[in-house]
């Protein structure tokens, strides 16, 4: 039997579920810790919290130490955003700054330790992935929300305005007054003033309600659910799971098996330009 290399035991132990629970729950003592000093609490505590708090940076110390060991290649471990994100982090709190004029920096460091819970557990990195990755076409979609505001609001401030500045003024006002109504904030208040004036003015309500709080809303969610399928395809391919995984085997499997064929078509036709050459020769 091979005895497995350091480095492999290594992965295995930052493979353990065990560890890995380990960790989140350390992370989660951790926020608890933040949350604990916004109160006015004893100063034995607070004495008690500061051995918690350096015992805690030793174990994410140890943590980034072992996935960088596992990862068997120092490139290949900074290749990964959130290893930089969560060494950025680890590297920062092992400064001693809590005494000094950068204490604020010190606890802002410790709040966004909690944002370490996302690169340690992969649905979340799935989640925050996916949504990074919908950001740009998502950002076509609110530039058309926000054409289709600023044409209803230069509308609804030029046959509103006499009705109610305070809502529709001008057209920055006018806007955010359709913000309100895009909420569903008291919306029908605003529609039942304007259509004691404009009986037909509902329409104007209904339409914009319609292309932003049901169409364009909707468009979001179908780019957002299209990258986290995207996302988990990716992480199932590779970490070799799944159905993705699986078709592609096949589809690996397949190619061999046509090369294979390939191979055995040129050496039949060989075989037989050899016969027929050798039965040429004997007449």
Do not use: C
């Not at 076509?140 to 109610?164: H, K, P, Q, R, T």
């Not at 529609?191 to 979001?220: D, K, Q």
């Not at 391919?237 to 397949?254: A, F």
Request: aromatic share 12%.
């Amino acid at each position: 039997m091979k005895a497995k290399t350091i480095v492999q035991i290594i992965n295995e132990f930052n493979n353990n579920r065990i560890f890995q629970f380990f960790i989140i729950a350390v992370i989660v003592v951790s926020a608890l810790m933040i949350g604990a000093k916004t109160y006015d609490i004893d100063p034995q505590y607070i004495t008690l919290l500061g051995y918690l708090d350096t015992a805690i940076t030793l174990l994410f110390l140890f943590e980034i130490v072992v996935r960088f060991i596992a990862e068997g290649h120092s490139l290949a471990f900074f290749k990964k955003g959130w290893n930089v994100f969560d060494t950025l982090i680890v590297g920062i709190s092992l400064i001693p700054i809590e005494d000094s004029e950068m204490v604020l920096l010190a606890r802002l460091v410790r709040i966004f330790r909690v944002l370490r819970l996302i690169s340690i557990i992969p649905e979340l990195r799935i989640l925050i992935s996916a949504l990074l990755k919908a950001l740009p076409p998502m950002g076509y979609v609110l530039l058309l929300m926000f054409i289709m505001f600023y044409i209803y609001a230069a509308v609804g401030s030029f046959l509103f305005e006499d009705i109610n500045k305070v809502l529709w003024g001008d057209i920055a006002v006018s806007m955010l007054t359709l913000f309100r109504v895009v909420t569903f904030e008291d919306w029908t208040d605003v529609m039942y003033e304007t259509m004691e004036v404009y009986p037909l003015s509902w329409m104007f309500y209904l339409s914009f309600i319609f292309l932003n709080a049901f169409v364009f809303l909707n468009m979001m969610i179908g780019i957002v659910i299209e990258r986290m399928q995207a996302e988990h395809d990716a992480y199932n391919l590779e970490n070799d799971e799944g159905d993705v995984s699986d078709i592609k085997h096949i589809h690996e499997d397949t190619r061999a098996i046509l090369k294979r064929l390939e191979q055995l078509e040129s050496k039949l036709v060989e075989q037989g330009r050899a016969e027929l050459s050798n039965q040429k020769k004997a007449v």
